[in-house]
């Protein structure tokens, strides 16, 4: 009897962490023009969260996420940009003058937010949730370069990751969107 209440009692709090564990919808971030950003308004949209960065040989990816993003805004998509300078100073501008850039170099219209860093110890908690399975519950994915994307599903929770070199528009991007 005493075996049995420690399992239900185990089996009660395993639950419990399970339904408390984050979502990408948990978290809040800033735009780029430092509004508040709550993810939770993206329930029911499958999201392409990028690293991006100014001064990269992967930068003219921008052109291809504006044309997915174009392509799919009207069926439940959206493309959210953070620009991050943790690799090799290649996204050293402000918020201001990396708005300007991609506005005027890529006619960027996806939402992008502030400068943050996506590795390292000072690792944005977005970030944190996007590359360790430990808290995305899904796997390891540690941020090679800039440009890699990730996946979220229609409820918050992380489905794949892409190499900063694939395309935005790749047949794995475009499968994923379109069913």
């Not at 392509?71 to 501008?93: H, L, T």
């Not at 808290?135 to 996946?151: C, I, P, T």
């Amino acid at each position: 009897m005493k075996n049995l209440l420690l399992t239900i009692c185990l089996f009660l709090l395993t639950g419990f962490s399970v339904m408390a564990q984050k979502n990408f919808h948990s978290f809040k971030t800033t735009t780029i023009d430092g509004k508040e950003f709550d993810l939770s308004t993206l329930k029911g949209k499958k999201v392409l969260v990028v690293n991006t960065a100014s001064k990269c040989g992967l930068t003219p990816q921008y052109k291809d996420l504006e044309t997915l993003y174009k392509q799919y805004s009207d069926r439940n998509f959206v493309i959210i940009g953070f620009p991050a300078n943790n690799f090799m100073g290649q996204e050293p501008g402000t918020n201001e003058e990396i708005a300007e850039f991609c506005e005027l170099n890529y006619g960027v219209t996806f939402p992008m937010m502030s400068k943050i860093s996506v590795k390292g110890k000072d690792i944005d908690p977005i970030y944190s949730w996007l590359t360790q399975k430990s808290e995305n519950g899904k796997l390891d994915a540690e941020v090679s370069w800039n440009f890699q994307k990730f996946m979220i599903d229609e409820n918050g929770n992380l489905f794949d990751y892409l190499s900063p070199r694939e395309s935005p528009l790749s047949e794995k991007v475009v499968n994923w969107i379109e069913n």
